[in-house]
């Protein structure tokens, strides 16, 4: 059995790895999320953009749609360079 704080140590480093987090019925049932953090251009994250969809729609195949990370994660960026964040 996995203790709960390398669990979540686990889940931030997947999370920090890939640039973006997902949700599903986590808060709200028959709902999932997606979130993507803000930078400043000192590389600290400020904030965060996402979006909440019904399951249906959000996931594709189990996993996130792949269109939708990318608009997030876009918008992330885009915002992040506007606070001065180094381009990825």
Do not use: F, H, Q
């Amino acid at each position: 059995m996995v203790e709960p704080a390398s669990a979540l140590e686990s889940e931030l480093l997947t999370v920090k790895e890939r640039g973006w987090a997902a949700e599903v019925e986590e808060l709200v049932m028959g709902e999932s999320s997606l979130a993507a953090p803000i930078e400043d251009r000192r590389g600290v994250t400020v904030g965060a953009i996402g979006i909440s969809r019904p399951v249906e729609r959000m996931m594709e195949n189990g996993s996130s749609r792949t269109d939708l990370v990318s608009y997030v994660r876009e918008t992330a960026r885009a915002v992040s360079r506007d606070l001065g964040a180094i381009p990825w």
